[in-house]
């Protein structure tokens, strides 16, 4: 599977090639260089790599994380991000064998602890997965969720999801989370009523305390 994910990967990234060629264009005439936006995260086995985006905010923008209607994503950027283009560069991380389609998103180190993110021994981090899913528009639930460190709300529930999806990993449930995947792209009310549907018949009680009181 591993194998047949990098060459799934490496097709994809051939057949979105003229996709690519006119939103690096777009990003050259609109935002200069650098195209890509480049940023170590936590991947498998605890080793660090480098993770690939189309760049969509302000260079040497400072913070980490992003808020709602945040003034350092460019105009072009919300465009990305809202479609989730910005993500395609992802693909070669997927070849090099760093990430895999369906898993965990990896974390940036500053919020990493090892025994939080023990699942990483066991599966590597995913271009998408039930988190990337559900908080599909993270700026917006973080200003939902209010207070000086909103993120330190939503890690927890993150890490459940992806404790979740290591212990209850297999192809069926890869094929649906990637159906829900491209759901989400277009109809992402839907992808999130089909998750929380599922989860009704699974213990998670932190994600579906937050769900509740955070409900958007």
Known sequence: MEYFSRLIALLLLLALSPVIFFITLFCI???????????????????????????TMVINSGQIITSHQDNRITLLGRVLRKLKIDE???????????????????????????????????IKPGLSDYSSILFRNESRILKKIGGENPYSILLPIKIELAKYYARNKRFLLD????????ISIVL?????????????????????????????
């Not at 650098?34 to 080793?47: A, D, S």
């Not at 064998?97 to 066991?122: A, H, T």
């Not at 089909?194 to 998670?204: A, H, K, Q, R, V």
């Open 29 to 55: 005439i609109f935002q200069g260089f650098p195209i890509l936006f480049v940023q170590k995260r936590i991947g498998f086995n605890y080793e660090v790599f480098n993770i690939y985006k189309f760049r």
């Open 88 to 122: 395609i560069p992802q693909l070669i991380n997927i070849i090099k064998g760093e990430m895999r389609f369906i898993g965990p998103r990896p974390e940036v180190p500053d919020f990493f602890d090892e025994f939080e993110f023990n699942f990483l021994m066991e």
């Open 175 to 182: 094929l649906k989370l990637v159906v829900v995947t491209l």
């Open 188 to 216: 992402p009310n839907l992808s999130w009523r089909i998750l929380t549907i599922i989860f009704e018949d699974e213990y998670l009680p932190k994600t579906k305390n937050f769900l509740n009181e955070y409900h958007f």
